[in-house]
């Protein structure tokens, strides 16, 4: 593609962008239908471009390539045998009333998920945090959040089951930290929401200005 | 006692037949002989002889001595059939109450000569007994009237076994019956209330004195039996009879005046059965020329014959129509109600509304119709008001942001060079320390979503490592994680910096699977992610040419930096690919929302990230100690009045939300108090 | 077809013997290929169930189309949208020029401008908060949050030290770093015990 070619598909570019993104932010104000079309647009775009990523990225070199050159790939046959059988056993899915067949797929993925998240949550999670040291009061925070997510209570005839006095005690110092916690995390949230918008207007502008003036 | 008046003689000694054993379990022996008239009636069946075998086939000292009375009686039948006054000559030999019948009959049939009996009914009268029978029946039974001489006078013997087949309950009730039956033609006409009767009953009929007692009854105008249809034709009839004594019902005009005389009388008082019964009624005369008939009287006295009256009681009288049991009553039904054929009943469809509920059924119809009504929906001041403040806040952000962008100004500063955030400063050494050339791995795993964050965040960071010569190998978790990288490289930081493609940097690609993917990266790159670019028309692999040709695990690269805006992301990268590191430094430049849960990571013992930086602040941070003006930079005046306008905003919103509440508080004392 | 009657035995068999082995790889000493030629399958299979949601976004889409809901609209145009895409990258690749195009001036726009417009929710929702719950930890959620915001960078260009290198780091290295850690304890404690009833095939959420 030439210069030429690039820089007005650039320029025609920022066009669309600058309009997608006021259509966006009209949301502000209320739903309109050009909000909904913008969605549906992007929607179709993310989809569509994330599963031709997948087959040039994923399905080609991972499975057609090895199938034409078995050595050059360096997977045994055991390896590629293993694979095709279960991408087609999870092709299945795809029908519902041939879905049951894909289940031995579906296990095989869930049964690898489990064992990974098992495997970290115990050796990345578990043993360095639980043996960190950061002070006293980051230890009893730790504590106290752990108890209040305890929930085992005994019941007392006909009154409500009601946890331990001391647990409960701890339990509301554990929801502080909790509290806290999450407050610090909804700053952050609005802080990179609040980027995002200056990003965005700084974009308009600067592109509108371009446009218009040169 | 049998049921129909006469006593069966007791001779229990001699054996009783075999049909006669049948008729009852304890019949007595000896039955009675049949009626003198042995030949059987008009209608019934020859087979009915065959119980009595023939005189002439037996001798006259064989059998017990109630057949040979039989027999004799036959005989003396057959001799007066010859004989046209057969009563007046009474054969010797004969036994008492037989002599008594037949001048019974013979009273009887010169009554009915003189009433002039139409000779269509002779069928009736020409049975043997006939009238005389029906008033024996009549009569009330030796053992009704208590008189044991007369008990053992009037019933024959052969009788005396029928009785045992009646139940004591029935047999007044059937006793009864037979007493209301008609025994006339004129008798079927006056049950149906009919007008149009061949003939008009003779005068002498109307003489109750000598008709039996259930005969009286109906020329009184007695109740018709209950279940009697008024169209039914008794079986015993003809078809031929049955036109002209049955006029179709809707035919018959049962106004009073066209009744006939005797029908419209009022009736006198009917006596109790249980008087009349006590009254024996005159013998009826017997027209001398009526022939008799051969059927014996018991058996006709069994036959259903007319119209019976329903029970008085016992079950419910049903008489059936159809087929061989026509004419019988208390029968049951070969069909059940519930299917008997005809038409349906029709049941008005009228309700019976009362007012209550034609006020329930307009209430529920205007509910109805107003669910169809567009109706606006009232907008409260609440969602006035709201909608108000929402229109504020808006306004006040974009213009908040709008205004220092469209001015153009650098009027905010960057934050101090000299007090950088510790996640900063720690970037900062390792990126000195990377090794000229060295390959780093650089994973773009965030949502376009936060590009805008993120490059003001790292922006310096990258233009640090590439002026320290760092060679790059990016790749993503994330589907379009790569090309965001190829994005930021060829436009981001080319004004500055030129990345040729496949030069400076390797794009590995999109690596699926979260971390299972991380997982098996971490232990063996170059079979997890396999490259071939073509060179000269050889196709190389991407591993075998620098950077990479020096990684064989991920601990080979210099450094891994991770950009990512989650915080699940960012633990399966410390859970997964940390442990095998080793000695690798693990840098993350993540978005403000992912920092709160990367700090324990951070500040663990075990070191598990060793650098940490955070959004558009630790961005600005790094930019100002570098010295170098990039994305952070043209964002922070707009980021810096935006960020006051909306603390302010939520400051105040919240300060109304708190006195609000403390008001409410202090009011709710002075409310229970005044309760 | 119906008489082959794969069952949830099967399923499960494989689930927990490949849940073993990868897991048998973390601590123990395990055959040398084993774990990552069935960690390298699971990597093609996660990719080929990207593509199945996809294609299942296609089938409810055009299902909407065919019934002619009322968004039949929107549905066509994702349609249109996400085949003209998919076109464009299968045959130019990720990093032609078209679809590069698509990416860089249609998704990315749209997608930081939603992010954008989360700005305005999230300030109409704080400025609500203890209003709409008053109560003793809304004041302390919104006094964190406002406090956190000032240490967030100059407040109309004037930096508050105060906020900045004071009660920011407090709250961060104190609280929020004492509350994270109880809340990933607790994350993986659960992630622990659900995974392992998936190892012992307690749970089997793949159609057992």
Redesign the interface.
Same mark, same amino acid.
């Given at each position: 593609?030439t210069a030429f070619a /690039?820089e007005n !598909?650039a320029i025609f570019?920022?066009l669309?962008?600058?309009i997608?993104?006021v259509? #966006? !932010?009209l %949301?502000?104000?209320g739903d309109s239908p050009v909000f &909904? !079309?913008?969605?549906?647009?992007?929607?179709? #775009?993310?989809?569509?471009?994330?599963?031709?990523?997948?087959?040039?990225?994923?399905?080609v070199?991972?499975?057609f390539?090895p199938m034409v050159a078995l050595e050059a790939?360096?997977l045994?046959p055991?390896?590629m045998l293993? &694979?095709v059988v279960? #991408?087609v056993l999870? +092709?299945t =899915?795809?029908s519902p009333r041939t879905?049951?067949?894909g289940?031995?797929?579906?296990? %095989?993925?869930?049964?690898?998920?489990?064992?990974?998240?098992?495997?970290?949550? #115990? &050796?990345?999670? +578990?043993f360095?945090?639980?043996?960190? %040291?950061?002070g006293f009061?980051?230890?009893?925070?730790?504590?106290?959040?752990?108890i %209040?997510?305890h929930f085992g209570a005994r019941s007392a005839g006909q009154q409500p089951p009601r946890r331990n006095r001391i647990i409960e005690i701890i339990a509301v110092a554990? =929801?502080?930290?909790?509290? /806290?916690?999450?407050?610090?995390?909804?700053?952050?949230?609005? +802080?990179?929401? +609040? /980027?995002?918008?200056?990003? &965005? !207007?700084?974009?308009i502008?600067t592109n509108l200005s371009t446009l218009l003036f040169g | 006692m049998s049921d129909f008046g006469f006593e069966l003689p007791d001779d229990s000694e001699e054996e009783a037949p075999d049909w006669l054993e049948g008729i009852g379990d304890d019949a007595h022996s000896g039955q009675a002989p049949p009626p003198e008239d042995s030949q059987p009636a008009e209608g019934e069946s020859p087979a009915d002889d065959a119980l009595i075998p023939p005189m002439d086939d037996h001798d006259d000292d064989e059998g017990p001595d109630w057949l040979q009375d039989i027999r004799s009686a036959e005989s003396v039948d057959d001799d007066r059939e010859e004989e046209p006054n057969r009563g007046d000559t009474p054969s010797e030999g004969d036994p008492d109450w037989l002599e008594n019948i037949r001048q019974k009959e013979q009273t009887r049939q010169q009554e009915l000569e003189t009433s002039a009996i139409p000779e269509d009914k002779e069928d009736f009268e020409t049975y043997p007994g006939g009238q005389d029978e029906y008033e024996d029946l009549s009569q009330p039974s030796p053992e009704e009237s208590g008189d044991p001489s007369a008990q053992e006078a009037s019933s024959p013997d052969w009788l005396s076994g029928l009785e045992d087949e009646t139940t004591p309950e029935a047999a007044p009730s059937e006793r009864a019956e037979f007493d209301a039956a008609p025994q006339s033609f004129d008798d079927l006409a006056a049950d149906a209330d009919l007008e149009d009767v061949p003939g008009e009953p003779p005068s002498g009929f109307v003489d109750t004195g000598s008709l039996p007692s259930w005969l009286v009854d109906i020329k009184r105008g007695g109740p018709p039996p209950e279940d009697t249809p008024p169209d039914e034709v008794p079986a015993f009839v003809s078809e031929d009879d049955q036109e002209n004594i049955l006029p179709p019902a809707e035919d018959i005009d049962l106004t009073p005046g066209d009744l006939p005389s005797w029908i419209s009388e009022s009736p006198p008082e009917e006596p109790p059965a249980e008087a009349q019964a006590e009254t024996p009624d005159p013998e009826p005369e017997h027209p001398p020329d009526l022939a008799r008939a051969n059927l014996p009287n018991w058996l006709h006295a069994m036959r259903p014959v007319d119209i019976p009256k329903a029970p008085e009681e016992g079950l419910p009288g049903h008489e059936e129509t159809l087929g061989p049991l026509a004419g019988l009553q208390n029968l049951i039904p070969a069909e059940p109600d519930i299917i008997q054929f005809g038409k349906s009943p029709t049941f008005s469809l009228k309700l019976d509304v009362t007012k209550t509920h034609e006020r329930s059924t307009d209430i529920l119809e205007q509910l109805i119709s107003e669910e169809s009504r567009d109706r606006k929906p009232r907008i409260s001041v609440e969602a006035i008001t709201q909608g108000a403040v929402r229109w504020v806040v808006a306004t006040l952000l974009l213009l908040s942001i709008a205004v220092p962008i469209m001015l153009g100004s650098d009027g905010i500063e960057l934050p101090a060079s000299d007090s950088p955030g510790e996640g900063t400063s720690r970037t900062l050494e390792l990126i000195h320390d990377l090794p000229p050339g060295g390959p780093v791995l650089v994973a773009f795993d965030y949502q376009p979503a936060f590009t805008g964050e993120l490059y003001a965040a790292s922006t310096a960071v990258f233009d640090h490592m590439l002026l320290r010569g760092a060679q790059l190998a990016i790749f993503s978790t994330h589907p379009t994680g790569a090309s965001q990288g190829v994005n930021f490289l060829q436009h981001t930081l080319a004004e500055k910096h030129t990345y040729i493609a496949d030069q400076l940097y390797v794009d590995l690609g999109y690596l699926a699977g979260g971390p299972a993917g991380l997982r098996t990266f971490a232990a063996n790159p170059a079979g997890t992610m396999p490259q071939f670019f073509d060179i000269e028309g050889a196709e190389v692999s991407i591993w075998d040419w620098a950077p990479l040709d020096q990684v064989e695990t991920v601990s080979d690269f210099a450094m891994v930096l991770v950009l990512t805006d989650s915080p699940e992301v960012a633990r399966a990268w410390i859970e997964q690919v940390d442990p095998l590191l080793g000695d690798t430094p693990l840098v993350m430049v993540v978005s403000e929302q992912a920092e709160p849960f990367l700090i324990p990571y951070y500040r663990s013992e075990a070191g598990q990230v060793d650098a940490l930086m955070a959004g558009i602040q630790d961005g600005a941070y790094y930019e100002s100690n570098r010295d170098s003006e990039h994305q952070a930079r043209a964002y922070w005046n707009s980021y810096s009045v935006a960020l006051g306008i909306s603390v302010a905003v939520i400051f105040l919103g919240s300060l109304v939300g708190a006195a609000s509440m403390l008001i409410a508080r202090f009011r709710r004392p002075a409310k229970e108090a005044k309760e | 077809m119906n008489n082959l009657n794969i069952k949830a035995p099967v399923s499960t068999i494989i689930a927990v013997l490949v849940a073993a082995t990868v897991l048998a790889s973390y601590f123990l000493p395990v055959p040398e290929g084993i774990p990552e030629m069935l960690l390298s399958a699971a990597v093609l299979l996660a990719g080929v169930a990207l593509l199945l949601g996809v294609a299942n976004l296609f089938t409810v889409h055009l299902s909407k189309i065919v019934q002619g809901s009322s968004t039949a609209l929107y549905s066509t145009v994702l349609l249109v949208s996400l085949f003209i895409t998919l076109i464009l990258t299968l045959f130019l690749g990720p990093k032609g020029t078209l679809p590069l195009w698509i990416f860089t001036y249609i998704q990315i726009p749209i997608e930081t401008s939603l992010m954008a417009v989360l700005t305005f929710s999230l300030t109409f929702a704080a400025l609500r908060l203890v209003i709409r719950r008053p109560g003793t930890f809304s004041l302390i959620f919104i006094a964190v949050l406002i406090l956190v915001l000032l240490g967030s960078g100059p407040i109309f260009g004037l930096n508050l030290p105060i906020f900045s290198e004071f009660l920011s780091p407090i709250i961060t290295n104190g609280f929020v770093l004492a509350g994270a850690r109880g809340i990933l304890l607790g994350v993986a404690l659960g992630t622990i015990s659900t995974g392992l009833r998936i190892l012992m095939g307690a749970d089997r959420p793949y159609g057992g």
């Open positions: 593609m /690039v !598909l570019g920022n669309i962008a600058i997608l993104s259509f #966006v !932010l %949301y502000a104000f &909904r !079309l913008a969605i549906h647009i992007f929607i179709g #775009v993310a989809a569509g471009y994330a599963a031709g990523i997948v087959w040039h990225s994923v399905v070199p991972q499975l390539a790939s360096g045994t055991l390896d293993l &694979r279960l #991408v999870l +092709l =899915k795809l879905a049951r067949f289940n031995p797929a579906s296990a %095989y993925l869930v049964g690898i998920g489990a064992a990974v998240a098992v495997g970290g949550a #115990v &050796r990345g999670t +578990l360095p945090l639980a043996s960190s %040291y950061n009061f980051a230890m009893l925070g730790t504590v106290a959040t752990l %209040y997510f554990g =929801k502080v930290f909790i509290t /806290v916690t999450f407050a610090a995390m909804f700053a952050g949230v609005f +802080l990179a929401s +609040l /980027v995002a918008l200056v990003e &965005r !207007l700084h974009f502008w | - | -």
